[in-house]
Protein backbone atom coordinates (compact mmCIF):
# COMPACT_ATOMS: atom_id res chain seq x y z
CA UNK A 1 0.00 0.00 0.00
CA UNK A 2 1.42 3.59 -0.43
CA UNK A 3 1.90 5.01 2.53
CA UNK A 4 3.84 7.72 4.28
CA UNK A 5 6.51 5.88 6.97
CA UNK A 6 8.69 7.52 9.50
CA UNK A 7 11.70 6.05 11.21
CA UNK A 8 12.45 5.48 13.69
CA UNK A 9 9.43 5.03 16.08
CA UNK A 10 10.88 5.90 18.96
CA UNK A 11 14.47 7.67 19.14
CA UNK A 12 16.52 9.11 21.79
CA UNK A 13 19.07 11.58 21.66
CA UNK A 14 21.37 13.69 23.65
CA UNK A 15 20.96 17.05 25.01
CA UNK A 16 22.40 18.88 22.74
CA UNK A 17 23.63 15.89 19.95
CA UNK A 18 22.40 16.32 17.02
CA UNK A 19 19.40 14.13 15.83
CA UNK A 20 18.02 13.57 11.89
CA UNK A 21 14.44 12.16 11.97
CA UNK A 22 13.21 10.28 8.71
CA UNK A 23 10.28 10.44 6.18
CA UNK A 24 9.57 8.44 3.42
CA UNK A 25 6.14 7.93 1.04
CA UNK A 26 5.61 6.10 -1.76
CA UNK A 27 2.66 8.39 -3.04
CA UNK A 28 4.47 10.43 -5.41
CA UNK A 29 3.29 13.28 -3.44
CA UNK A 30 4.24 17.09 -3.81
CA UNK A 31 4.11 18.26 -0.94
CA UNK A 32 6.23 17.27 2.65
CA UNK A 33 5.10 18.54 5.93
CA UNK A 34 6.69 18.19 9.36
CA UNK A 35 4.91 18.89 12.80
CA UNK A 36 5.81 19.18 15.89
CA UNK A 37 3.27 17.38 18.75
CA UNK A 38 4.05 17.74 22.45
CA UNK A 39 2.22 16.38 24.90
CA UNK A 40 -1.21 17.48 25.06
CA UNK A 41 -0.78 19.89 22.65
CA UNK A 42 -2.16 20.08 19.18
CA UNK A 43 0.05 19.29 16.20
CA UNK A 44 1.98 23.00 14.93
CA UNK A 45 4.02 22.93 11.67
CA UNK A 46 7.27 23.28 11.41
CA UNK A 47 8.04 23.75 7.89
CA UNK A 48 7.01 22.42 4.34
CA UNK A 49 8.42 21.13 0.73
CA UNK A 50 6.20 21.96 -1.84
CA UNK A 51 8.71 19.81 -4.70
CA UNK A 52 11.72 21.58 -3.58
CA UNK A 53 10.70 24.79 -2.57
CA UNK A 54 10.98 24.97 1.31
CA UNK A 55 8.58 26.80 3.36
CA UNK A 56 9.51 27.99 7.04
CA UNK A 57 7.01 29.12 9.70
CA UNK A 58 7.99 31.72 11.40
CA UNK A 59 8.42 31.07 14.55
CA UNK A 60 10.14 27.64 13.46
CA UNK A 61 13.41 27.89 15.74
CA UNK A 62 16.60 27.57 13.93
CA UNK A 63 17.67 24.48 15.27
CA UNK A 64 15.03 22.54 13.52
CA UNK A 65 16.03 22.36 9.49
CA UNK A 66 15.05 20.27 6.65
CA UNK A 67 16.26 18.55 4.10
CA UNK A 68 14.65 16.96 1.17
CA UNK A 69 17.04 15.27 -1.03
CA UNK A 70 14.51 14.01 -3.63
CA UNK A 71 10.36 13.38 -4.13
CA UNK A 72 10.41 10.54 -1.51
CA UNK A 73 12.16 11.75 1.30
CA UNK A 74 12.58 14.41 3.65
CA UNK A 75 14.65 14.96 6.73
CA UNK A 76 14.31 16.69 10.05
CA UNK A 77 17.59 17.60 11.61
CA UNK A 78 17.57 19.23 15.06
CA UNK A 79 21.08 20.16 15.18
CA UNK A 80 21.57 20.94 19.44
CA UNK A 81 18.31 19.23 20.84
CA UNK A 82 16.95 20.58 24.34
CA UNK A 83 14.51 19.18 26.68
CA UNK A 84 11.81 21.18 25.59
CA UNK A 85 12.30 19.41 21.95
CA UNK A 86 11.00 16.03 23.24
CA UNK A 87 7.65 15.49 21.33
CA UNK A 88 6.10 13.46 18.56
CA UNK A 89 6.90 14.29 15.57
CA UNK A 90 4.65 14.28 12.35
CA UNK A 91 5.24 13.98 8.85
CA UNK A 92 2.38 14.31 6.34
CA UNK A 93 2.30 14.15 2.59
CA UNK A 94 -0.65 16.03 0.36
CA UNK A 95 -0.82 15.71 -3.64
CA UNK A 96 -0.57 19.59 -3.72
CA UNK A 97 -1.86 22.31 -1.50
CA UNK A 98 -5.23 21.86 -1.54
CA UNK A 99 -5.54 18.08 -1.41
CA UNK A 100 -6.32 15.61 1.75
CA UNK A 101 -3.13 15.22 3.99
CA UNK A 102 -1.50 11.32 4.39
CA UNK A 103 0.03 11.41 8.32
CA UNK A 104 2.85 8.86 8.65
CA UNK A 105 2.84 7.35 12.75
CA UNK A 106 5.02 9.51 13.76
CA UNK A 107 8.11 9.56 15.63
CA UNK A 108 8.06 10.09 19.43
CA UNK A 109 11.71 11.83 20.33
CA UNK A 110 13.38 12.05 24.02
CA UNK A 111 15.78 13.79 24.84
CA UNK A 112 18.18 12.71 28.22
CA UNK B 1 -4.04 34.69 13.34
CA UNK B 2 -6.64 31.16 12.65
CA UNK B 3 -7.16 29.27 15.72
CA UNK B 4 -8.85 25.70 16.47
CA UNK B 5 -10.86 25.66 20.33
CA UNK B 6 -11.83 22.08 21.41
CA UNK B 7 -13.48 20.98 24.07
CA UNK B 8 -11.48 19.73 27.51
CA UNK B 9 -11.10 16.37 27.73
CA UNK B 10 -10.81 13.74 28.54
CA UNK B 11 -13.91 12.22 27.77
CA UNK B 12 -15.27 8.65 29.15
CA UNK B 13 -18.52 7.16 27.61
CA UNK B 14 -19.98 3.97 27.78
CA UNK B 15 -20.60 1.68 24.96
CA UNK B 16 -23.84 2.96 22.82
CA UNK B 17 -23.33 6.20 23.69
CA UNK B 18 -24.12 9.42 22.04
CA UNK B 19 -21.00 11.17 21.40
CA UNK B 20 -20.56 15.09 21.28
CA UNK B 21 -17.09 16.66 21.14
CA UNK B 22 -17.41 20.33 20.93
CA UNK B 23 -15.03 22.04 18.37
CA UNK B 24 -15.02 26.09 17.54
CA UNK B 25 -12.70 28.30 15.15
CA UNK B 26 -11.50 31.51 14.74
CA UNK B 27 -10.47 31.95 10.96
CA UNK B 28 -10.54 35.18 8.05
CA UNK B 29 -12.56 33.77 4.83
CA UNK B 30 -14.08 30.92 4.36
CA UNK B 31 -11.58 27.94 6.09
CA UNK B 32 -12.07 24.31 4.99
CA UNK B 33 -12.82 22.28 8.67
CA UNK B 34 -12.03 18.76 9.39
CA UNK B 35 -12.03 16.40 11.71
CA UNK B 36 -8.75 13.91 12.35
CA UNK B 37 -8.86 10.57 14.48
CA UNK B 38 -5.05 9.05 16.18
CA UNK B 39 -5.60 5.75 17.38
CA UNK B 40 -3.14 4.81 20.00
CA UNK B 41 0.79 4.44 18.50
CA UNK B 42 -0.79 5.71 14.79
CA UNK B 43 -0.71 8.82 13.26
CA UNK B 44 -3.55 11.24 12.40
CA UNK B 45 -5.95 10.05 9.75
CA UNK B 46 -8.42 11.97 7.98
CA UNK B 47 -12.23 11.43 9.63
CA UNK B 48 -14.12 13.84 7.61
CA UNK B 49 -14.35 17.18 6.55
CA UNK B 50 -16.49 19.98 4.93
CA UNK B 51 -15.51 22.51 2.69
CA UNK B 52 -18.34 25.06 2.84
CA UNK B 53 -21.11 26.55 5.04
CA UNK B 54 -23.77 23.89 5.97
CA UNK B 55 -22.29 21.06 4.66
CA UNK B 56 -22.17 17.94 6.52
CA UNK B 57 -19.29 16.03 6.53
CA UNK B 58 -19.73 12.01 7.35
CA UNK B 59 -17.91 9.06 7.92
CA UNK B 60 -17.75 5.41 10.10
CA UNK B 61 -21.01 7.06 11.73
CA UNK B 62 -19.07 10.09 12.25
CA UNK B 63 -20.84 13.30 11.51
CA UNK B 64 -20.01 17.33 11.75
CA UNK B 65 -21.67 20.30 10.58
CA UNK B 66 -20.24 23.31 9.27
CA UNK B 67 -21.82 26.04 11.00
CA UNK B 68 -21.12 29.71 9.87
CA UNK B 69 -23.40 30.93 11.75
CA UNK B 70 -21.29 30.22 15.38
CA UNK B 71 -18.31 29.34 13.87
CA UNK B 72 -18.47 25.57 14.70
CA UNK B 73 -17.67 22.16 13.45
CA UNK B 74 -18.96 19.78 16.50
CA UNK B 75 -18.35 15.94 15.91
CA UNK B 76 -21.38 13.34 16.78
CA UNK B 77 -21.55 10.31 16.82
CA UNK B 78 -24.99 8.48 18.17
CA UNK B 79 -23.60 5.02 19.20
CA UNK B 80 -19.89 4.82 20.28
CA UNK B 81 -18.10 1.41 20.09
CA UNK B 82 -14.79 0.31 22.10
CA UNK B 83 -13.21 0.51 18.80
CA UNK B 84 -13.70 4.29 19.00
CA UNK B 85 -11.43 5.19 21.80
CA UNK B 86 -8.82 7.45 19.99
CA UNK B 87 -7.75 10.82 20.36
CA UNK B 88 -9.50 13.36 17.89
CA UNK B 89 -8.49 16.74 16.42
CA UNK B 90 -10.06 18.95 14.58
CA UNK B 91 -8.54 21.29 12.42
CA UNK B 92 -8.82 24.04 9.51
CA UNK B 93 -6.99 25.61 6.72
CA UNK B 94 -6.89 28.44 5.32
CA UNK B 95 -6.92 29.80 1.87
CA UNK B 96 -9.89 27.26 1.30
CA UNK B 97 -7.74 23.89 1.03
CA UNK B 98 -5.43 21.67 2.79
CA UNK B 99 -2.18 23.77 3.23
CA UNK B 100 -1.20 24.72 6.65
CA UNK B 101 -3.97 23.12 8.87
CA UNK B 102 -4.19 24.38 12.39
CA UNK B 103 -5.52 21.86 14.25
CA UNK B 104 -7.12 22.01 17.82
CA UNK B 105 -5.57 20.63 21.25
CA UNK B 106 -6.94 17.00 20.97
CA UNK B 107 -10.20 15.20 22.99
CA UNK B 108 -9.20 12.00 23.97
CA UNK B 109 -11.97 9.35 24.22
CA UNK B 110 -12.59 6.69 25.93
CA UNK B 111 -15.25 4.07 25.47
CA UNK B 112 -15.71 1.39 27.69
CA UNK B 113 -18.01 -2.19 27.38
Known amino acids: DAMVIQNPRYQVTQFGKPVTLSCSQT?????MYWYQQKSSQAPKLLFH???????NEADTPDNFQSRRPNTSFCFLDIRSPGLGDAAMYLC???????????FGSGTRLTVV | GNSVTQMEGPVTLSEEAFLTINCTYT??????LFWYVQYPGEGLQLLLK?????DKGSNKGFEATYRKETTSFHLEKGSVQVSDSAVYFC????????????FGKGTKLTVNP
Open chain 1, 27 to 31: LNHNV
Open chain 2, 91 to 102: ALSDQGGSEKLV
Open chain 2, 27 to 32: ATGYPS
Open chain 1, 92 to 102: ATSRDRVSDYT
Open chain 2, 50 to 54: ATKAD
Open chain 1, 49 to 55: YYDKDFN
